[in-house]
Nanobody, 122 residues
């Protein structure tokens, strides 16, 4: 069982930056692939980025590539999402999730956090 708690969301102006954190419980954190997803009002939850257990492999959605960076600190059981050059269309609830496989599909993720709101004003 893995419990995930996100933090770091908030209100930011367009062009600004935020860093989201996701703290995980359990002693097997490094064995999980970790992903970030987001859900805007009235839209489906969509993949943002994911990272391998060692942190050596990352992948980003086209919409955030070059602006967002995913990273992890296995000693702290934490995964991060550094978001820069934020746009109003990045406004959403951001969720971290854990999976045993490398995937961009929501249903492949076994554990989810409660989400943190990110609002980007124009």
């Amino acid at each position: 069982q893995v419990q995930l708690v996100e933090s770091g969301g908030g209100l930011v102006q367009a062009g600004g930056s935020l860093r989201l954190s996701c703290a995980a419980s359990g002693r097997t954190f490094s064995s999980y692939y970790m992903g970030w997803f987001r859900q805007a009002p009235g839209k489906e939850r969509e993949f943002v980025a994911h990272i391998s257990g060692s942190g050596g492999f990352t992948y980003y959605a086209r919409s955030v590539k070059g602006r967002f960076t995913i990273s992890r600190d296995n000693a702290k059981n934490t995964v991060y999402l550094q978001m820069s050059s934020l746009k109003p269309e990045d406004t959403a609830i951001y969720y971290c999730a854990a999976s045993r496989i490398l995937s961009r599909t929501r249903s492949d993720y076994d554990y989810w956090g409660q989400g943190t709101q990110v609002t980007v004003s124009s």
